[in-house]
Nanobody
Framework: EVQLVESGGGSVQAGGSLRLSCAAS????????IAWFRQAPGKEREKVSC????????FYADSVKGRFIVPSDNPESTVYLQMNNLKPEDTAIYLC????????????????????WGQGTQVTVSS
């Protein structure tokens, strides 16, 4: 079972940028897609993006579209999330997971592969 490790979080002011990394620990990704999620205190986990690894197709949540980007030139076994123009409402723990991106009538869904979530990386945006 591949373990995913998130890193790159930190504290920034509104308008700033961060780049998060999702890396396969000691191996390579063994599923079709990598998704980013976030969870703020007292809120449900929210999907942020889903990237199909074979061609780089990425879906984004409406709340981050135009500000967050998954680069197309990720190194092997790593997927980045470039976060620009950060807002206080982006404050959350960010987690990545393996699975499948699925197009749906509501945009897209993510089918997570079996296995535990990682620890995530904390992003804090101050106003």
């Amino acid at each position: 079972e591949v373990q995913l490790v998130e890193s790159g979080g930190g504290s920034v002011q509104a308008g700033g940028s961060l780049r998060l990394s999702c890396a396969a620990s000691g191996s390579t990704f063994d599923d079709d897609a990598i998704a980013w999620f976030r969870q703020a205190p007292g809120k449900e986990r929210e999907k942020v993006s889903c990237t199909t690894l074979i061609d780089g197709t990425t879906f984004y949540a409406d709340s981050v579209k135009g500000r967050f980007i998954v680069p197309s030139d990720n190194p092997e076994s790593t997927v980045y999330l470039q976060m620009n123009n950060l807002k206080p409402e982006d404050t959350a723990i960010y987690l990545c997971a393996q699975g499948l991106c699925l197009a749906s009538d509501n945009g897209w869904e993510f089918e997570k592969a079996l296995g535990p979530w990682g620890q995530g990386t904390q992003v804090t945006v101050s106003s």
